[in-house]
């Protein structure tokens, strides 16, 4: 087992697709790590301050209570509650080509820092793929519905996309 900037790169990949509220961490630049006698300490980079992190986890937090309050999704079944959240995300979010194009010309430090974030769709309404596909997931985790974000590459362009488990079945 060795640890590289590449495997580093992974594993900060695979938290920020299980944890849409890590939308703080800047996950566009590389990360630094040293082996100490407990591991492997791996050191990042934030978007924000520690008052602008609460002052946006707390309008986060507003929002789901709002879209909670309004569409009583706990009363719903599984199927009609993801098919809600997929409705919202799409009527209230804009894809943002610009920032696509930005990122396919490698210029991924000219991105605005809610690219790639929950806080594209919920507080911009713009993001692309792996941003909405976070917001997914969080609405999913929100009501404690089993779901991952996936990410690969379809004709030489990343993409981004959600499995959702229902009745058991992914």
Known sequence: FSMNNGRITDIMR???LDNPMFFYVNYLQNFNYVFSAYGCVISVTYLYSRDEEQRIRERITQIM????????CGEMK???QILLFYKFIIKTTKYDLEAMQTLQAGRK???PAHINT???PLLHKKDICLGIALTYKL???YYNIPCVVVSGVCD???HAWNVVCINQKY
């Open 14 to 16: 695979a938290v920020q």
């Open 65 to 72: 209570n709002v879209f909670q309050s309004k569409y009583r």
């Open 78 to 80: 599984i199927t009609q």
């Open 109 to 111: 430090d000219l991105l």
């Open 118 to 120: 929950i806080c594209g």
């Open 139 to 141: 609405f999913c985790d």
């Open 156 to 158: 030489g362009i990343g």
